[in-house]
């Protein structure tokens, strides 16, 4: 099953354990989580489900492409990592 894990700077604010998901998409695999953790919802995903700007979203070593479908492909062996993404200059 695909693995989600969450960085620091996110469990800071919400409890957010790594966990097993089921699912082949990394859509299916965030709402899969969300089921069993739903106050990590809003951190993630705005109101139309669309990843936040301040989070980024990977799939292994890859960045998600479409954060606002999610439909990347995950396998069984999948790491999906959840980060706030840094700006500034």
Same mark, same amino acid.
């Given at each position: 099953?695909?693995?989600?894990?969450?960085?620091?700077?996110?469990?800071?604010?919400?409890?957010?354990?790594?966990? +097993?998901?089921?699912?082949?998409?990394?859509?299916?695999?965030?709402?899969?989580?969300?089921?069993?953790?739903?106050?990590?919802?809003?951190?993630?995903?705005?109101? +139309?489900?669309?990843?936040?700007?301040?989070?980024?979203?990977?799939?292994?070593?890859? +960045?998600?492409?479409?954060?606002?479908?999610?439909?990347?492909?995950?396998?069984?062996?999948?790491?999906?990592?959840?980060?706030?993404?840094?700006?500034?200059?």
């Amino acid at each position: 099953m695909p693995t989600i894990t969450f960085t620091a700077n996110l469990r800071r604010h919400v409890a957010c354990p790594t966990a +097993q998901v089921a699912g082949t998409t990394v859509a299916q695999c965030l709402a899969a989580y969300f089921a069993v953790h739903p106050a990590v919802r809003s951190y993630v995903l705005d109101d +139309q489900g669309c990843v936040r700007r301040h989070v980024v979203v990977f799939v292994g070593s890859d +960045q998600l492409r479409d954060p606002s479908k999610q439909t990347d492909a995950v396998g069984p062996a999948t790491e999906i990592t959840v980060m706030q993404a840094l700006s500034g200059g």
